[in-house]
């Protein structure tokens, strides 16, 4: 699956701190620490080769020794203060504590000891560190997603390590019941899923908590699981049809928001994305969305269905309006 920029943007900071700390790195070897392939690692030094601070000329930049690279191995030559300790102001300070104390009120019952230990050890010395401002600071309730006597269910699962009965409707509208050994709770910029061990189909499944119609609490106790690592971030299986999308560049925001297998940019500013589709309706709402930036769609049939989705949508507005 194709990088999201802020990914990126820690994986290359955590890289050039790797670095400072590691005299000359075999790509390879990057690449393993990084779970990234070698071709990403060369490209993600080759923009932090022309990146660096203002003024950007040659010794404003992050440098590393060229010969050592020719020869597939990273040396940083050059960090820029990209590697000293980060000192808080404290309007950031106080925005540190307040983000905490709603992450606690939040996700607080939900998470197992140790996590809840590290947080509330955070938030502790972090308050204790801004001083009379943390006092001071605005409180702020993250956006819950989900019907309260479902997150409740959910934390106390959690909590206690109880099994859960689900009914549960997905992105196509089917709704269904299982039974589910709840993992952890995961969160996103926009919605809450429980990454659960579903006993319907023997495997870890996404549940997003706002699709969650009802949620009971069993007297059985949760299995363990192993999960994959990355259970936590939805990716579309490869069984999906492959679809691919040529946009404008001002509809960039697919590639951050969507889970995508590829993303290339081409020369006219414009650029393609592949992604894998297991609902049509789905991809039909996307392609709908970005319709005055859409170049191209391959294959054509995507296009022909969302011209007549939308074909269909001016009908029904001009019934409504006659």
């Not at 401002?133 to 206690?160: K, M, N």
């Not at 269904?176 to 495997?203: F, K, M, N, Q």
């Not at 946009?247 to 969507?258: D, G, K």
């Not at 009908?315 to 006659?322: F, G, I, K, M, N």
Request: charged share 25%; net charge negative; hydrophobic share 45%.
């Amino acid at each position: 699956m194709a990088d999201r920029a802020p990914d990126r943007l820690l994986r290359m900071l955590g890289m050039i701190a790797y670095l400072d700390r590691h005299e000359g790195v075999p790509v390879g070897e990057l690449a393993d620490q990084f779970g990234v392939s070698a071709a990403q690692v060369m490209q993600d030094v080759e923009l932090l080769w022309v990146t660096g601070t203002p003024g950007y000329l040659p010794y404003d930049l992050i440098d590393f020794d060229a010969s050592s690279y020719e020869q597939g191995v990273v040396r940083l030559t050059e960090s820029r203060g990209m590697t000293r300790p980060l000192r808080l102001g404290a309007r950031e300070a106080v925005s540190l504590v307040a983000a905490l104390r709603a992450l606690d009120d939040a996700l607080g019952p939900a998470l197992d000891e140790e996590r809840s230990a590290v947080l509330r050890s955070a938030l502790a010395k972090l308050t204790a560190a801004t001083g009379d401002a943390a006092a001071g600071a605005v409180d702020v309730v993250l956006a819950r997603t989900g019907a309260p006597h479902v997150q409740s269910a959910v934390a106390r699962a959690l909590r206690l390590g109880r099994r859960l009965h689900l009914r549960y409707v997905d992105a196509a509208d089917v709704a269904s019941e299982r039974d589910v050994d709840p993992i952890r709770l995961v969160t996103d910029d926009e919605h809450s899923y429980l990454l659960a061990w579903c006993r319907a189909v023997d495997g870890e499944r996404l549940f997003r908590v706002d699709r969650v119609l009802d949620a009971t609490l069993l007297d059985e106790s949760a299995e363990e699981h192993d999960v994959a690592e990355g259970a936590g971030t939805f990716a579309p299986g490869t069984d999906g049809e492959l679809v691919t999308l040529r946009l404008a560049s001002r509809a960039r925001w697919v590639a951050e928001v969507t889970p995508v297998d590829e993303v290339r940019n081409l020369d006219d500013g414009s650029f393609e994305v592949d992604l894998r589709v297991v609902n049509p309706a789905w991809l039909q709402h996307l392609v709908l969305q970005v319709a005055g930036a859409v170049l191209e769609v391959r294959p054509s049939s995507v296009a022909r269905d969302a011209a007549q989705a939308a074909r269909a949508a001016l009908r029904a507005y001009e019934e409504l309006a006659s």
